[in-house]
């Protein structure tokens, strides 16, 4: 069965240096998504992507974030100065149409220090 | 605002017995209402969803709107449904999923 994949799966970085972190979604999905979980707190949604653009962003998802299929497959998420309260796990997830079934990836641990 | 809730970090029941993991929300209009379970070391999946009105692994959840409700149900559990149980709204004009808190259901034998 397809799956959605993401690397790395833990990514340590210094507070201020850029991160980027990848997602490939399942191939014939045309709706991405980037959401987060801080430790102990609950999954939050960061931003949805469609047709090649942001349709949906929380108010989380400011300036420092921005997200890119630069190649047709993959989906990107870049934090350009991360901080330390950006650590969480970060989950890709991709939809084949509206309204159908988010299908999650494992996930990418980012710790900032 | 969209809200959901789920009162019960920890569930921790004996096999066999019946299972209620409680979600409450709070949305305005008519959402969709999700299950979403991760098992240890494995990713977020769907469950279950109100509009399928199906059951699964034993599952069931029905959508109660005067209560705003939608509480999952096991009659009788096993040792493998421990996991992270997530309860999620859509709302109808949009793709978000908001996530409640979880609950953690622990099985013991």
């Known amino acids: 069965e397809p799956e959605v994949t993401q690397t790395p799966s833990h990514q340590v970085t210094q507070m201020g240096q850029e991160v980027i972190l990848r997602c490939v979604p399942i191939?014939?999905?045309?709706?991405f998504y980037w959401y987060r979980q801080i430790l102990g707190q609950k999954v939050e949604f960061l931003v949805s992507?469609?047709?090649?653009?942001?349709?949906?962003k929380s108010e989380i998802f400011d300036d420092q974030f921005s997200v890119e299929r630069p190649d047709g497959s993959n989906f990107t998420l870049k934090i350009r100065s991360t901080k330390l309260e950006d650590s969480a796990m970060y989950f890709c997830?991709?939809?084949?149409?509206?309204?159908?079934?988010?299908?999650f990836g494992p996930g990418t641990r980012l710790t900032v220090t | 605002a969209q809200r959901v809730t789920q009162p019960e970090k920890l569930l921790s029941v004996f096999k066999g017995a019946p299972v209620e993991l409680k979600c409450n929300y709070s949305y305005s209009g008519s959402p969709e209402l999700f299950w979403y379970v991760q098992y240890s070391r494995q990713r977020l999946q769907l469950l279950l969803r109100?509009?399928s009105r199906e059951s699964i692994k034993g599952f069931t959840a029905d959508l109660n709107k005067g209560e705003t409700s939608f509480h999952l149900k096991k009659p009788f559990a096993q040792e493998e449904d421990s996991a992270m149980y997530y309860c999620a709204l859509r709302d109808t004009g949009f793709q978000k999923l908001v996530f409640g808190t979880g609950t953690r259901l622990l099985v013991s034998p």
């Open positions: 992507f469609y047709n090649n653009e942001i349709s949906e």
């Open positions: 997830a991709s939809e084949e149409g509206r309204k159908y079934e988010q299908y």
């Open positions: 109100h509009i």
């Open positions: 191939s014939n999905h045309l709706y």
